[in-house]
């Protein structure tokens, strides 16, 4: 088990640095304001951000919140080391009812495979 502490948006510097201090397994950016859930879109400024995190951090660095489709994961790539899509997968079951597990399996393949 590792300790994960997650940053935001408005994660002022001195905290930052205590969160990667703290952090045993990786730093869990939280890419927007607000409350999480799929979203249509990234934040427009979410690549400029995360490539300041990188430079920053020691930890590794997941990001997540509004994270939904293949589209996305791509536009992630190199930006960093995970993404989270829990509440995607979320959705997914909730519309599946008992025949979710192949539609996860496909949902996983596809954001994987992006």
């Not at 951000?49 to 509004?66: C, I, Y």
């Not at 909730?94 to 192949?102: R, T």
Request: proline share 4%; charged share 20%; hydrophobic share 45%.
């Amino acid at each position: 088990m590792e300790t994960v502490f997650l940053c935001s948006p408005t994660t002022s510097p001195a905290r930052l640095a205590r969160i990667d201090a703290a952090s045993s397994g990786f730093v869990y950016y939280v890419s927007r304001e607000g409350v999480t859930g799929a979203q249509e879109n990234l934040p427009a400024s979410l690549g400029e951000k995360l490539a300041a995190l990188r430079a920053t951090l020691q930890s590794p660095l997941a990001v997540g919140f509004g994270i939904s489709t293949p589209a996305h994961v791509k536009a992630l790539e190199g930006a960093a080391d995970a993404v989270v899509v829990g509440s995607a997968l979320v959705k997914t079951i909730a519309a599946h009812g008992k025949e979710a597990a192949s539609a996860i399996a496909k949902q996983v393949k596809d954001l994987r495979a992006a």
